[in-house]
């Protein structure tokens, strides 16, 4: 069978009674899965716009509205391939972009000059200077005990000869990784790589000047097998090989960013010599090859917490193949070398004071300093505000709501791009639970009105018509859509985040009460990523994403784990500091902890 993938326009032949989203994951095509095709999500929509995908599945059905239906949209894991298929992926399942402008390197922060390439002269061998290759070479550039890196040794005498010994060869300290005819000192380049659950972040730099070359994102490969850790590692369990296939999802989506990233600036793979990595604790072990599977059961146990060196080569990274490639250490199961990056780069153990820093993502990670002493914990959060258990929740992608405004007699919307609206991202699924919690269509216990309730409340016409039963239960509309489904906020979309938020806060209280910091005690709250970049801090506060100070103590930090990594890549002593924050930070496990458990049950709640 031959089937095609719009609008890439990407064929590819398949057998009869194979399953389309298995299909497109082996071709190497991105849907999004976040229940890892258990046909419980909905997000795998497709739209069939040639051939028969056969009959409609009872989940089809509770999932995907009639008029989804109609216009020919199916969910990937439902459809058993049985005809040629022209298949069409909706734009919501590409790739994140939000993260790739926000790295930014602290003040006072002075990069090394780590990786050194130099054009010079070697002088040839002769009777009366009977050198050998590399003891001419470690002459010439100045270098004692110069030793070259595995495996480069069989190439140097042949670059030598080659050039008549005119070269540039490039070194880390007293390693020698390139050597080549004519001049590339201006060709010396480093990746700083962010490997989120969600999304994939790759900053190109320049290591001779230390200035930022240019920056990619993609949706993170593994995306396929669920939207959370736990997705991940089950998929792990499921099979001897499923571990190797994880880590080659995740080092493919590393390259095609370096793919990009190289094209774009017309730069040789072999010219990048140097990497570095953070990731949360799962996201380290799978891009090591490390399977996963302690992470997900008491006590959370990862198999290594320290920073881990790997030559590129063999990790399959398509760069200088004698590149080391550096991944920052850990602190827990489920606090990662992505938070101590966060921590390196707001320089979180030199604060005085009482400071938070949060990462939200698919969890939620909450660091607390007070004077220097630093604890942490993760939180369950779940991936609502990723948009993967909201019923019109997305990526935030072109088409995204990012933001609500609710007055009196109307919703007002703007979404990313300024393009139609095809869904909620975090930033506006915040805007909106805050709005309609103002306007008073959904009361502080989370419970959302009826229309009704709503009349009689005295809430304006406009406002609680919108209040409609939907096969999704009761429900808000945020956008009326012509000839297509309205975009809601269902009742159970609010619930979701309740649950979320109130995880976020009970995991800062019960750091707080660790440390015993009250409110008022709080200098700052930083938040990280891309979530914490475009959220409206007060949409956050009204919810009660955060503990009550004052909004002008609330700062976004940017793409912090980026910068965190960046810096790694541009300094040893920035790699050594990383290994101490991780040895003196505080670990506080939340699952067994009778604070975290009492503070729960009052987060929930949005007053």
């Excluded at 939000?98 to 002075?110: C, I």
């Amino acid at each position: 069978m031959n089937i095609s993938f719009l609008p890439d326009a990407k064929k590819i032949q398949a057998d009869a009674g194979g399953n389309l989203l298995s299909i497109a994951e082996k071709a190497g095509i991105l849907i999004d899965a976040s229940c890892a095709g258990a046909g419980k999500c909905g997000k795998c929509k497709v739209k069939i716009t040639e051939g028969n995908p056969g009959e409609i599945t009872q989940a089809e059905r509770e999932l995907l509205s009639e008029n989804e239906l109609a216009a020919g949209y199916r969910l990937a894991c439902c459809v058993t391939v049985q005809s040629d298929l022209e298949v069409v992926i909706p734009t919501l399942h590409g790739g994140s972009t939000r993260k790739k402008k926000m790295t930014r390197l602290p003040d006072g922060f002075q990069p090394e000059e780590r990786i050194l390439s130099v054009f010079g002269k070697v002088p040839k061998a002769s009777m009366k200077y009977q050198m050998n290759d590399l003891g001419r070479i470690a002459e010439a550039f100045q270098k004692s005990g110069l030793r070259p890196a595995p495996g480069l040794i069989r190439q140097l005498h042949q670059a030598l000869e080659a050039s008549r010994g005119k070269v540039t060869a490039t070194f880390y300290k007293d390693t020698l990784l390139n050597l080549e005819e004519d001049d590339h000192t201006s060709q010396c380049f480093g990746i700083a790589f962010d490997i989120g659950t969600t999304t994939v972040v790759g900053m190109l730099w320049d290591m001779h000047t230390g200035q930022i070359t240019d920056v990619e994102a993609r949706t993170n490969y593994q995306s396929i097998y669920g939207a959370d850790v736990i997705s991940r590692i089950q998929f792990c369990n499921e099979g001897a090989s499923h571990t190797e296939v994880m880590q080659q999802k995740v080092v493919q989506c590393m390259n095609d960013i370096l793919e990009d990233l190289l094209s774009r600036n017309d730069i040789e793979p072999g010219h990048v010599y140097d990497a570095t990595i953070v990731g949360n604790t799962t996201m380290s072990h799978l891009v090591s090859g490390v399977h996963p599977k302690s992470m997900a059961r008491t006590p959370f146990a990862p198999v290594f917490c320290s920073a881990q060196n790997m030559q590129a080569d063999r990790l399959g990274l398509r760069i200088s193949p004698y590149a080391n490639v550096f991944l920052l250490p850990n602190i827990a199961g489920h606090v990662g070398s992505d938070i101590v990056g966060m921590m390196l780069a707001v320089r979180m153990d030199s604060l005085d004071g009482c400071h938070i820093a949060i990462d939200i993502g698919t969890n939620g990670e909450v660091v607390l300093t007070k004077n220097g002493h630093m604890v942490t914990c993760s939180t369950a959060a779940g991936p609502a505000f990723e948009g993967a258990t909201i019923h019109h929740g997305m990526r935030a992608a072109p088409g995204a709501i990012e933001s609500v405004e609710i007055t009196e007699h109307a919703v007002s919307i703007q979404t990313i791009e300024d393009l139609p609206p095809i869904g909620i991202c975090g930033s506006g699924l915040i805007d909106a639970v805050a709005q309609v919690l103002d306007a008073g269509i959904v009361e502080n216990s989370g419970r959302m009105l009826t229309r009704d309730e709503a009349d009689k409340a005295g809430i304006s016409p406009e406002l609680s018509r919108r209040l409609v039963e939907t096969p999704q239960g009761l429900s808000f509309v945020l956008a009326y859509r012509e000839g297509k489904d309205d975009i809601l906020l269902t009742q159970q979309d609010v619930r979701e985040v309740q649950l979320a938020k109130g995880a976020i806060l009970a995991g800062i209280q019960t750091l707080m009460k660790n440390l015993e910091i009250a409110e008022e005690d709080l200098d700052s709250i930083m938040l990280a990523g891309a979530f914490g970049n475009y959220i409206r801090k007060e949409s956050a506060l009204r919810i009660g994403l955060f503990p009550r100070i004052s909004i002008d103590r609330i700062f976004s930090v940017g793409n912090a784990a980026g910068s965190g990594s960046s810096m790694a890549l541009l300094s040893d002593a920035e790699r050594k500091h990383a290994c101490e924050i991780a040895e003196k930070t505080e670990h506080i496990e939340l699952s067994m902890n009778m604070d975290f458990q009492e503070f729960y049950i009052t987060a929930m709640s949005f007053e």
